[in-house]
């Protein structure tokens, strides 16, 4: 397996519970949506984890590219960061309207920052990282 398509899997795994919070948000039913919304701030922040310590060393490690893609990467991730914390005083507040304006604005973050990562950064690193892939994969899913 390579890296893209790891990642890529997961970005879709996030993805999905992002779907299910907003549609929960929507329907007001608070009682799901704040669980749900855990779950899925809970699987970014896996999902950073992932890249922050494991994925964007290595790659910066190996291609000695310290102030490129990864740091772009990390500047949108710190900008969702917050919009989680939108999210979550919105959903502790069950104020639709700011839910689903800071959710909006995250989903176009989210968008262009995976298309960036899945098309850019991490073909990138499956070439960079040739021939470890699978050590490093292995290392990913063992974040916690």
């Known amino acids: 397996m390579q890296i893209t398509e790891f990642m890529g899997d997961d970005h879709q795994r ?64 710190r900008q969702m960061r917050q919009l989680f914390e939108q999210m979550n005083r919105a959903a502790a507040d069950q104020s639709v309207d700011d839910y689903l304006g800071a959710s909006e604005t995250l989903l176009i973050l989210m968008q262009q920052h995976n298309a960036k990562e899945e098309q850019m950064l991490y073909p990138m690193s499956d070439q960079v990282l040739a021939g ?5 994969i292995n290392k990913l899913e063992a974040v916690e």
Do not use: Y
Request: aromatic share 8%.
């Open 14 to 77: 996030c993805d999905h519970i992002f779907a299910r919070a907003e549609e929960s948000v929507s329907k007001g039913d608070w009682s799901n949506a704040a669980d749900i919304n855990r779950q899925f701030v809970d699987a970014m922040e896996h999902h950073f984890r992932m890249e922050e310590e494991m994925l964007f060393p290595r790659f910066e490690e190996v291609s000695g590219h310290t102030m490129g893609p990864t740091e772009v990467m990390r500047h949108e991730h």
């Open 132 to 136: 470890e892939q699978d050590e490093l």
